[in-house]
């Protein structure tokens, strides 16, 4: 997995700040509510399959979901109250919802680092079912996905209202 602070994202960052928020807001937060629903529910299917494995991670559908609600609230703080003070030009006040979503994005972080050690890394055994390959492998994607989102929003955004990444 890619480092969540590594800048993984082509857009281009000379575009106009209105059209870097509509990227984010169609590249990054759809994306992410459409594909939320999938890994919980398979990570349900594996633990609950799997309970007698010693290697099942146990907990994984748990921290799935916690890190799915987490990103839900920091996009709708991000639609609701950021993007729309952004687009209206920042002004003094930016700074602390600036520092809101950076916290946000920090507690993604360490949710992934939690889920990390639970499935060897995003490896699964050898004996593992499609299910459970199928599981980790999506859930890769989307902490890359995830981390390419980030990238977007502290080296490029953020940094354009005086935020240093």
Not at 105 to 130: Q, R
């Amino acid at each position: 997995m890619k480092d969540l602070t590594q800048a993984s994202e082509d857009t281009d960052v000379s575009q106009e700040t209105g059209a870097l928020i509509d990227h984010i807001l169609k590249r990054y937060h759809e994306m992410h509510r459409d594909d939320l629903a999938s890994p919980m529910a398979l990570a349900d299917r594996v633990e609950r399959v799997h309970a007698d494995d010693p290697d099942a991670p146990s907990g994984l559908a748990c921290a799935v979901r916690a890190l799915a609600q987490q990103m839900e609230d920091h996009m709708t703080k991000e639609e609701t109250i950021l993007f729309p003070a952004m687009r209206a030009g920042g002004g003094p006040g930016i700074a602390h919802p600036i520092a809101v979503m950076r916290a946000d994005l920090d507690d993604h972080a360490e949710n992934i680092a939690l889920i990390l050690p639970m499935t060897s890394d995003l490896t699964p055994p050898d004996h593992a079912c499609g299910s459970w390959r199928s599981l980790y492998g999506g859930l890769g994607a989307r902490f890359e996905d995830l981390a390419a989102h980030i990238a977007q929003e502290n080296d490029v955004l953020f940094p354009r209202f005086g935020q240093p990444a």
